[in-house]
């Protein structure tokens, strides 16, 4: 095997344990040991996740726990983009000398895949934590986390949707399936736009000079991230298909 591929895989490899370290830290029952003396786990819901924490532990903890969730995505996400964009041996070994060569067609090089598989990883960590026993949350920080790393105008349209849908449903775990939904169909809009288009119509959609480029991999990640997030859900769907589902009072 040419070592330059071993390399490669090995570095792809490497992105996809780093992102799982980053996503399986639990800030929700770090915050709430640190502060509170108490474990999000013993209460409420029981999940080591912001939504449980704000309800069982206090709303600052939960927002505390949801900013870090986020930023547990965006740092290894822009750290490994940086580094496969800007460091020069690193961009050697992920692309060689002639950089336009793509492993996977047009825009889809390997050194994109390597922030892709650190995003995921970061969710499947986030979910299945080995600080936690591998449980864990429900993965909706981690996803928005991942949308605030790549495109300013899915910061919006995720926002927008969200407290929309909250406002309707009242119900925190169908707005949050909701949403997540429409960011996914958003990135495959934007990947067939970029495929279809080039760079310049997607690039404004992306925070293209300072984060991940437009690639096949986003849809994929988003694809499979929300998937995931669907599964983890699958305690609350069957609780608000028997109308058991907790709803929110403080939004009117």
Partial sequence: ????????????????????????????????????????RDYGSHNPGGTNVGRSISKGAGVATMALDFFKVIIPVLAIFALFTYFEPAVNIMLGDDRTYNAFGQGNTLAELTYYLVALGC??????????????????????????????????????????????????????????????????????????CGPTISGYLMFSEFGPHVSIYMPIVFTLGYALLVYKHRSNLIKLKKGEENKISWMK
């Fill in 123 to 196: 969710m499947i960590g986030h979910a299945y934590s080995c600080f936690l026993k591998f449980k864990g949350g429900k993965i909706v920080s981690s996803f928005a986390g991942l949308i605030l790393a790549i495109s300013w105008t899915a910061i919006p349209i995720f926002a927008t949707i969200f407290f929309i849908t909250l406002k309707k449903t009242k119900v925190v775990s169908i707005t949050s399936i909701i949403t997540t939904g429409c960011i996914t169909v958003f990135s495959w809009i934007v990947y067939i736009i970029y495929a279809t």
């Fill in 1 to 40: 095997m040419n070592m330059n591929i071993l390399y490669q895989i090995l570095i792809l490899i490497g992105c996809l344990l780093l992102g799982y370290l980053f996503g399986s830290i639990p800030n929700s029952v770090i915050i709430s040991r640190l502060f509170y003396h108490k474990d999000p």
